[in-house]
């Protein structure tokens, strides 16, 4: 069983910056594929970037170049470094892994493990 547990949410102004980071328990084969979603309140959960075990990324058109996912494996930990911060990147952040196979897109039901979640507000 895989356990996730994210840290590095907080209040910041808009252009600020925060980096998010995931410590994930163990690798297995639903690891291959590591990701974040958020949630906003009466929105649904969508997925913002990704990462698999080839070190391919891919990022939503609303983070592009402002987001940037890593990780560091010795270290079992995930990351997602946020920039020009907006009030509409307010919301629950996810950590999330999966198969490979869950980073061909944003559907969160292909992944099968995820942490508690860590809130980011952004004020304007």
């Known amino acids: 069983q895989v356990q996730l547990v994210e840290s590095g949410g907080g209040s910041v102004q808009a252009g600020g910056s925060l980096r998010l980071s995931c410590k994930v328990s163990?690798?297995?084969?639903?690891?291959?594929?590591m990701g974040w979603f958020r949630q906003a309140p009466g929105k649904e959960r969508e997925g913002v970037a990704s990462?698999?075990?080839?070190?391919?990324?891919s990022y939503a058109d609303s983070v592009k170049g402002r987001f940037t996912i890593s990780k560091d494996t010795p270290k079992n930990t995930l990351y997602l470094q946020m920039n020009i911060l907006k009030p509409d990147d307010t919301a629950m952040y996810y950590c999330?892994?999966?198969?490979?196979?869950?980073?061909?897109?944003?559907?969160?039901?292909?992944?099968?493990?995820w942490g508690q979640g860590t809130q980011v507000t952004v004020s304007s």
């Open positions: 163990t690798y297995t084969s639903n690891t291959n594929c």
């Open positions: 990462i698999d075990s080839d070190g391919d990324t």
């Open positions: 999330a892994t999966g198969p490979k196979a869950a980073c061909g897109g944003w559907w969160a039901g292909g992944y099968n493990n």
